[in-house]
C-alpha cells in the first residue's frame, strides 16, 4: 500500500505512523523550511518508517509533484482546514481526477462541515463539546486536563485509519472507487463514549463526574497514593477481583460494604489508609501475580521497564529512542521499527526513483 501524507502535526502524521508500520510505503511530503511543533525531526518517532521529500505546495509546479505522487497511491492523508488543500490544488477532485481509485483521508477537528469547521481548535476543545472531558476528573473539581491521547489519538488517528482501510477495500472491490473519509475529531471522541450513553440511558450512569462505577465514584475503581508519594490504580469491579483486593489489602473486614452505597466513603477512607501504610513498590510485590485488578501508576520513563511489557517487548529502543513497538501483534506478518523518523527531504531520490516521479529531482543547472 502507497501513502502519500501531506506534512501537519498531530493526529494526522500519527495515522501515517500507523500505516507505516503496518508496512505501508508512506511517503511524507514536507514543507521547505519546516513548521509544525518544535521537535527536532530526529525525534520525531511520529515520522517513523516513512520517506521525506519536500515540495512548496504554493511554488509553481508544486502542486503537479504531489498529483504525479498521488496517481501511483492509494491513499492521501492531509490535515488542513476545510478548503485549504482545494486552494493548493490537492484537494478530492484534483486528486481523483488524476487516480479515481485513491482514499483521501481528511484529518481535522471538527469535520469539512458544520457552524465550527473553519476555526482553530485543538484536543481539549474537541473533547470538551463531545462530552468526554466532562466526565473526567473528581466531583466539585474542574474537569481533568488529561494529555491529548483521547481526542487527537483515540478520536481521531484510530478512526481515520480505520475509516481509510474500509475505504480502500472498498475501492479494491471489482467496481469499487475512491472516495473522501472525513475523520472529525469531535465525531471519533463522541463515539468513544457509546457504552456510556448506553449506560445513561438506562439509568446506570449519573452525568456527572466522579459518582459513576468507572469514573472514580466508587471507591474499588480509582487510585490511590502510598507512602511514598507514589499511587496505585485499583479496578476490583468484580465480586471475585474485589474479595480478592481486601484480602490482600488487609481490609477484609469491610468488605461487605462494597455492596451498600451509603458505606462507600468509609470504604474510601480505609482502603486510601492501607494504601499510605506502604510504598509503592511494597504494594506491587503484594498483588504481583494476583486477580486484584491493581498496578501500579508509573512514570513514562518507567513504563518500559514494568516485567509485563519488557517481556512483551512493547517498548523498543531505535536510533537510541526507546519508544512504543508497533501494536496490535499479527501471528504470520509480524511488524516492526525499520526506520527512525523521516527528515525533511532525505528520500527524495529513492521516492522518485521508486515511485517513477522524476520531476521530484531538483533541476539540473
Known amino acids: ?18 500505516l ?29 518508517g516513512k520517506r521525506s521529500v519536500l ?25 488542513f482546514r476545510p478548503g485549504v488543500a482545494e486552494r493548493l490544488g490537492v484537494g478530492p477532485a484534483d486528486c481523483h481526477a488524476r487516480n479515481p481509485k485513491l482514499v483521501y483521508g481528511r484529518m ?11 476555526t482553530a481548535g485543538h484536543d481539549i476543545a474537541y473533547i470538551a463539546v463531545t462530552g468526554a ?61 457509546a457504552m456510556i450513553h448506553g449506560m445513561m440511558a438506562a439509568g446506570g450512569w449519573q452525568d456527572r463526574r466522579g459518582a459513576n ?19 496505585m490504580a485499583v479496578g476490583a469491579l468484580e465480586q471475585q477481583f474485589y474479595d480478592t483486593f481486601v484480602e490482600l489489602l488487609g481490609i477484609g473486614d469491610q468488605a461487605p460494604a462494597r455492596k451498600d452505597v451509603a458505606r462507600w466513603g468509609e470504604l474510601r477512607e480505609a ?29 513514562l520513563g518507567e513504563a518500559p521497564h514494568h516485567p509485563h511489557l519488557a517481556a512483551r517487548a512493547t517498548f ?20 516492526a521499527v525499520t526506520s527512525g523518523p523521516a527528515l525533511p527531504g532525505a528520500h527524495t531520490e529513492s521516492v522518485a526513483r521508486d515511485w517513477d516521479v522524476p520531476a521530484l529531482l531538483p533541476k539540473e543547472v
Request: net charge negative; charged share 20%.
Open 1 to 18: 500500500m502507497r501513502v502519500v501524507e501531506l506534512a501537519g502535526i498531530g493526529p494526522g502524521p500519527f495515522a501515517a505512523m500507523l
Open 20 to 48: 507505516a508500520d503496518l508496512g505501508a510505503d508512506v511517503v511524507r511530503v514536507d514543507r521547505p523550511g519546516g513548521g509544525g511543533l518544535a521537535v527536532d525531526p530526529a525525534y520525531d518517532v511520529t515520522n517513523r
Open 55 to 79: 515540495v512548496d505546495l504554493k511554488s509553481a509546479g508544486g502542486p503537479e509533484r504531489v498529483l504525479d505522487l498521488v496517481e501511483r497511491a492509494d491513499v492521501l492523508i492531509e490535515g
Open 108 to 118: 481535522t477537528g471538527w469535520g469539512q462541515d458544520g457552524p465550527l469547521a473553519h
Open 133 to 193: 472531558l466532562g466526565m473526567i476528573g473528581n466531583p466539585g473539581e474542574p474537569p481533568a486536563v488529561p494529555a491529548n491521547l483521547v481526542g487527537d489519538y483515540a478520536g481521531g488517528s484510530l478512526y481515520l485509519v480505520i475509516g481509510v482501510l474500509a475505504a480502500l477495500q472498498h475501492a479494491r472491490t471489482p467496481g469499487g472507487a475512491g472516495q473522501v473519509v472525513d475523520a472529525a475529531i469531535v465525531d471519533g471522541a463522541a463515539h468513544l463514549t
Open 213 to 231: 462505577l468507572l469514573d472514580g465514584g466508587c471507591p474499588f475503581y480509582g487510585t490511590y497514593e502510598t507512602s511514598d508519594g507514589g499511587y
Open 271 to 299: 482502603v486510601a489508609a492501607r494504601f499510605k501504610s506502604r510504598t509503592r513498590d511494597e504494594w506491587t510485590a503484594v498483588f504481583d501475580g494476583s486477580d486484584a485488578c491493581v498496578a501500579p501508576v508509573l512514570s
Open 316 to 335: 523498543t529502543d531505535f536510533g537510541g529512542i526507546t519508544q512504543p513497538a508497533p501494536a496490535p501483534r499479527f501471528s504470520a506478518t509480524p511488524s
